[in-house]
């Protein structure tokens, strides 16, 4: 049976990580984030900070907090007809509840990390990186304006990224068996 997973937790937590390992090995990988993008080119808009931020508050006007993955639900259903599917940037609670309505076998791994440590690797990225300050900032905004809480805390499991590489991926193939064996049940 095809496996749909949703990898959720703060910026800098490491989340990537795991949507990449699992597209890396087969998995078909559907990014939040490309719904704004591909909607702003469809519309002939600039795509950069400011008119992104923008036209995520434009639909969610439109469709509510839900607003990205109501347009990403049919999208979500190919894919995880045709494979196993992991789904990258499911923020707010809505969105959760959304997507376990459509999808009720949705199991959502969360990536825990140190707050510091999460911090360090953000002011360190090539892309959007930001000083302390600011992710301070951006956290709080996440927490309370698109209640991102909400589906980290309600995880079906945990990967606490605080040491190596190996670390991780062990945990991440651990819960990926854990996953495996409750789908033979």
Same mark, same amino acid.
């Not at 992104?52 to 839900?66: L, P």
């Not at 509840?97 to 009720?104: A, I, M, Q, Y």
């Not at 002011?123 to 809480?149: Q, T, V, W, Y």
């Given at each position: 049976?095809?496996? =749909?997973?949703?990898?959720?937790?703060?910026?800098? %937590?490491?989340?990537?990580?795991?949507?990449?390992?699992?597209?890396?090995?087969?998995?078909?990988?559907?990014?939040?984030?490309?719904? +704004?993008?591909? !909607?702003? *080119?469809?519309?002939?808009?600039?795509?950069?900070? @400011? %008119?992104?931020?923008?036209? *995520?508050?434009?639909?969610?006007?439109?469709?509510?907090?839900?607003?990205?993955?109501?347009?990403?639900?049919?999208?979500? !259903?190919? @894919?995880?007809?045709?494979?196993?599917? /992991?789904?990258?940037?499911?923020? %707010?609670?809505?969105?959760? =509840?959304? =997507?376990?309505?459509? #999808?009720?076998? =949705? &199991?959502?791994?969360? /990536?825990?990390?140190?707050?510091? +440590?999460?911090?360090? *690797?953000? %002011? &360190?990225?090539?892309? *959007?990186? #930001?000083?302390?300050?600011?992710?301070?900032?951006?956290?709080?905004?996440?927490?309370?304006?698109?209640? &991102?809480?909400?589906?980290?805390? #309600?995880?079906d499991y945990y990967i606490f990224n605080n040491g190596s590489i190996e670390d991780y991926t062990r945990q991440l193939l651990d819960i990926l068996d854990c996953i495996e064996q409750e789908g033979e049940k």
């Amino acid at each position: 049976m095809n496996k =749909l997973i949703a990898v959720v937790g703060m910026a800098g %937590s490491g989340k990537s990580v795991a949507t990449e390992y699992l597209e890396n090995n087969g998995w078909t990988k559907l990014y939040f984030g490309g719904v +704004i993008y591909d !909607r702003m *080119r469809e519309e002939g808009i600039e795509i950069t900070p @400011a %008119s992104q931020k923008e036209y *995520r508050e434009k639909i969610r006007e439109k469709y509510g907090m839900a607003a990205v993955a109501i347009l990403l639900k049919d999208k979500i !259903r190919e @894919a995880y007809g045709k494979g196993n599917t /992991v789904l990258d940037g499911l923020y %707010s609670w809505d969105e959760y =509840l959304v =997507l376990k309505d459509e #999808f009720p076998e =949705l &199991k959502l791994i969360g /990536v825990i990390c140190d707050k510091k +440590i999460r911090y360090d *690797r953000i %002011s &360190k990225r090539k892309d *959007r990186p #930001f000083n302390a300050e600011e992710i301070h900032i951006r956290d709080i905004s996440e927490i309370e304006n698109l209640a &991102k809480g909400g589906p980290i805390v #309600f995880a079906d499991y945990y990967i606490f990224n605080n040491g190596s590489i190996e670390d991780y991926t062990r945990q991440l193939l651990d819960i990926l068996d854990c996953i495996e064996q409750e789908g033979e049940k």
